[in-house]
């Protein structure tokens, strides 16, 4: 996706989550668009566009299931797989920050960019995906394992809901760059909608098999993967899949309006805006207490020629360095 933008215009419908419900379909939903704060994660760290791509769609997809949180907490998207990203990490904090980081190996990407294999699946190749809440203890931490097999991010996701939640879902991610008069620029998008009908008996599976049905028999299945044969899901579900990327990614379209489009013969209500922002979490204390939790031995194995100990944030790459006798004066005045 090429083209300008106007600034301040742009950055008033950027970075912000819309919330909203289709009543007459029985689905709710959020839309997402990502501006300086993914091109800010993407910039940062100088990732080739592929692996920019893939980062992106995980930022969007983060930020669309971790604003749905409704406590102080923390919702982290990971994945560990073998492909040429062997992981990503999405960190978002409740109700609005978050932060992101990829791996990779540049070889085994050049040679994925040869041979043409630059879809999401290729780049993850197989492993897992894990999906974490955590509240703030071990009693109120949960976490939810996808298989990765090559597929999209999209498709990891509703994998996620039909295991984890088993809520009929379908997602839309997108992610591209614009040239503006500072240069270019990343953006990312997405859209989630759920069916959440009142009515519990709506959402029972309709492809159960007869099981001793007589041979050749016809059997009739649902059309929806989630088992799900529901006029107005079927209808929901189709309008999701006409979305284009670039419809995520314009800078000049507003959620609301998108919405409007896909929805305005049944009528979509949106609610207030969730502003989000990028920031780490790192800060010269949390770093000192990490190396405080580090061995005797290992810490003096961490001094550099010149003294010091230097940690640079993988998240932000901030680089905090100290003296041995920073750590260790510390720790014995803890003690």
């Not at 950055?11 to 912000?16: G, Q, V």
């Not at 088993?166 to 989630?192: C, D, E, K, N, Y």
């Not at 299945?221 to 990614?249: F, K, N, Q």
Request: overall charge negative; some cysteine; proline content about 4%.
């Amino acid at each position: 996706m090429d083209g300008t933008d106007s600034g301040a215009e742009v950055s008033a419908l950027d970075d912000r989550v819309v919330p909203f419900t289709v009543p007459d379909l029985d689905v709710r939903g959020r839309v997402v668009r990502l501006g300086s704060s993914i091109d800010t994660i993407l910039a940062r760290h100088g990732y080739p566009d592929a692996v920019a791509r893939v980062l992106g769609e995980a930022a969007a997809l983060t930020v669309l299931l971790g604003t749905a949180l409704k406590f102080e907490g923390r919702f982290q998207l990971q994945t560990k797989s073998d492909g040429p990203i062997s992981m990503l990490v999405v960190d978002f904090n409740a109700p609005d920050v978050y932060r992101a980081v990829a791996h990779f190996d540049a070889e085994r990407l050049a040679e994925a960019e040869a041979a043409g294999l630059l879809s999401t699946g290729d780049l993850l190749g197989e492993g897992h995906l894990a999906m974490t809440v955590d509240q703030g203890s071990v009693a109120t931490r949960y976490q939810g394992l996808v298989a990765l097999t090559r597929q999209s991010l999209e498709e990891a996701a509703h994998q996620y809901f039909r295991q984890s939640e088993q809520i009929p879902s379908r997602v839309r991610l997108g992610v591209g760059s614009i040239v503006t008069g500072q240069g270019r620029q990343w953006r990312a998008g997405g859209l989630l909608v759920q069916f959440m009908p009142h009515s519990i008996d709506r959402l029972r599976a309709a492809d159960i098999h007869p099981g001793d049905a007589p041979q050749g028999h016809e059997i009739l299945t649902a059309s929806d993967p989630d088992g799900i044969d529901d006029d107005a899901w079927t209808e929901a579900r189709s309008l999701v899949e006409t979305i284009e990327d670039h419809e995520l990614l314009d800078p000049l379209l507003e959620s609301e309006r998108l919405l409007y489009r896909l929805f305005h013969e049944r009528g979509a209500r949106v609610f207030e805006p969730v502003l989000v922002r990028e920031e780490c979490r790192c800060s010269r204390e949390r770093v000192l207490g990490m190396l405080r939790g580090f061995s005797p031995e290992d810490r003096k194995a961490m001094v550099a020629d010149d003294g010091q100990l230097a940690v640079t944030c993988e998240f932000c790459s901030r680089r905090y360095v100290f003296t041995p006798g920073e750590v260790e004066d510390g720790m014995s005045a803890e003690a």
